[in-house]
């Protein structure tokens, strides 16, 4: 192979190579809590992972004050707001007016606690003040609150603090129902034993209706599982209740003559006796 024809197929590897190599997906760097790894509570990597349906999300919020100030935020759940600078920021400032960026708070100097409804994530770790708070690094502390069937919303900005010597902070808040705690159960223990019993119920009923169908072979009421001792008992309730509940005497007459087929058959004969002839 000739010289040329070898320098062109080096040159072809190489560019195989480099598209090969910039084709392939890199992976975003996530939240790295503040010390060792080995010095990460259990605690914290749950909260972690109860944020991470959050991290796919982009928010914004813009702040004007008057012509001095006008601001967008941009802010990202344990990602970086602008992977390809590689710097980490997780929360980044943008001058509107000249385009200047500043890193409020970086993903790899992360905090993050929580309450009964509540997640706090901090970022440290940002750009240095300039000619506030003794020039440390900038810090954004973002409140979320729980706000149930809500992925993410209402994100914005509360307030800058900035007048102090140290320890000065961005505060920005949002909704998301990743902060609610689970949801318990509601069913008391009377509940659950009325559940159950009438599930055995409903058992008892259908598995003795198609025994007696099926197997037995009974038709029309016979079907009903034990019928004769259920007849029974209604007609033993229905006596207690006629003993217990009639407040006359059981020997006086009735006030009214019943009508049953045995004295509509005597009535009957009754009335044919004066159409006799005499």
Request: aromatic share 8%; proline share 3%; with cysteine.
């Amino acid at each position: 192979m000739s010289s040329p024809c070898r320098t062109s197929a080096v040159l072809v590897v190489f560019m195989a190579l480099a598209v090969g190599v910039r084709t392939e997906p890199s992976k975003e760097r996530s939240c790295d809590v503040i010390g060792d790894e080995s010095s990460e509570s259990q605690m914290e990597r749950a909260l972690l992972k109860k944020l991470e349906p959050l991290s796919p999300l982009r928010f914004n919020v813009t702040v004007e004050k008057g012509n001095t100030e006008n601001y967008i935020y941009h802010f990202r759940v344990c990602r970086e707001v602008n992977s390809t600078s590689q710097d980490f920021g997780g929360l980044v400032q943008t001058d509107r007016q000249n385009g200047k960026t500043t890193v409020i708070g970086r993903i790899n100097e992360t905090q993050v606690f929580n309450g009964s409804d509540w997640i706090m994530l901090i970022y440290k770790g940002g750009d240095s003040y300039g000619r506030h708070c003794s020039g440390e690094k900038r810090r954004a502390v973002i409140m979320i609150s729980c706000k149930r069937g809500v992925t993410a919303s209402s994100f914005s900005i509360i307030s800058e603090e900035r007048e102090k010597e140290q320890d000065c902070f961005y505060l920005f808040e949002m909704d998301s129902s990743v902060a609610c705690p689970a949801e318990d159960s509601h069913l008391s223990v009377g509940s659950i034993l009325l559940i159950t019993f009438a599930s055995l119920i409903a058992v008892y009923i259908i598995g003795g209706f198609l025994y007696q169908r099926l197997v037995v072979g009974a038709k029309g009421m016979e079907q009903f599982p034990h019928f004769a001792f259920w007849q029974d008992l209604g007609n033993l309730v229905a006596d207690g209740c006629d003993l217990v509940c009639r407040s006359k005497p059981r020997n006086a007459p009735a006030a009214y003559r019943g009508v049953g087929d045995d004295q509509l058959g005597e009535e009957s004969e009754e009335r044919d006796d004066h159409l006799l002839p005499m």
